[in-house]
């Protein structure tokens, strides 16, 4: 009986690794949890700034629709005129024109690092199996089968 829970000690050894690093180091570890809350915060931050500009944008869209001022205004930021105006260009200054807008940025999601769950099973396998090798060899000695005379 007790060579029995030896190697019963093997398996649960295997099974107790496989719990211990799915839990630490897997899909769903604490770490991971912790990496997916920070990039939901990092997104969660570009969606304002991103609405910030979309409503910017839509402001700039909505003045030049029904402002006629607002219109000539750009227009002539971007260097044109009415018909029979004559423009005068200062030498040495930069044409200012209104590219204060961003477009916004874009964000790629950054994986996690975890052990794979095959990975996680190969390790908690062969710890298993270290420990059913070491008993049995244990055993072979034991019972002397090689023992020199």
Not at 69 to 85: F, H, T
Not at 105 to 119: A, G, H, Y
Not at 132 to 137: G, H, P, S, V
Request: no cysteine; hydrophobic share 50%.
């Amino acid at each position: 009986m007790k060579v029995f829970l030896r190697y019963l000690f093997a398996l649960w050894t295997a099974f107790a690794v496989y719990f211990v690093l799915t839990f630490a180091f897997g899909a769903n570890s604490p770490q991971v949890q912790r990496h997916l809350e920070s990039e939901i915060e990092r997104l969660a931050e570009n969606v304002e700034v991103l609405e910030s500009i979309n409503t910017r944008f839509r402001n700039t869209v909505a003045a030049l629709e029904y402002d006629g001022e607002a219109l000539a205004a750009q227009v002539r930021q971007l260097g044109y005129g009415r018909p029979g105006e004559r423009h005068v260009r200062v030498v040495g200054l930069r044409n200012e024109v209104n590219v204060d807008f961003s477009p916004g940025q874009v964000l790629t999601p950054v994986s996690p690092d975890f052990l794979p769950n095959e990975t996680i099973i190969r390790i908690a396998f062969f710890s298993g199996l270290t420990f059913f090798l070491i008993f049995l060899a244990v055993d072979i000695i034991s019972l002397g089968i090689f023992r020199r005379d």
